[in-house]
């Protein structure tokens, strides 16, 4: 049963990237791009290191995604005044237009693929997700503790 769970977690990632990545490539965005648009959104001014702790995802991953992003005119990088070692990260003009339609097509995915599910059954699956969600957090915590 375990076995199976991983399984279908890792293909239903695996497709959902997949579509997601289809249907933002005609905005020229790729690959995860999306992540940290909407979460530069989230908090602008953020800096490169804490965006990178906020989605949980790698220093080089990060750097590679917000060159793309600067080079395509989602975001722009300023001076941290506070903090000259830092930049802060906002979104320009072109970023702020994006969002609606990042946070329309990431709606429309997810009702794809809760279709046919009744809410009794969403309730359970969000509750199964952040009980998951909060188990990875500890076994990563735990992981980091023993270095």
């Known amino acids: 049963m375990n076995e199976v769970i991983g399984k279908t977690m890792s293909i239903l990632y695996r497709y959902r990237q997949i579509i997601i990545n289809h249907k933002l490539r005609p ?7 999306h992540i940290f648009l909407i979460n ?7 800096n490169q ?4 702790n ?13 060159k793309k992003l600067e080079e395509n005119g989602y975001i722009y990088r300023q001076c941290d005044e506070g903090d000259r070692r830092y930049n802060q990260l906002f979104l320009t003009e072109k970023g702020h237009e994006m969002m609606p339609i990042i946070m329309s097509i990431l709606v429309e995915i997810t009702d794809d693929l809760i279709e046919g599910l009744i809410e009794e059954e969403k309730d359970h699956f969000l509750k199964c997700l952040d009980t998951m969600l909060n188990n ?3 076994a990563v915590e ?6």
């Open 49 to 52: 290191k804490d965006l990178t």
């Open 27 to 33: 905005y020229g965005l790729g690959s995860g791009q």
């Open 54 to 66: 906020l989605v949980k995802i790698d220093k080089a991953t990060t750097a590679k995604a917000l």
């Open 142 to 147: 735990k992981l980091r503790n023993e270095k």
């Open 40 to 46: 530069i959104a989230r908090h602008e001014g953020i």
């Open 136 to 138: 990875s957090i500890k």
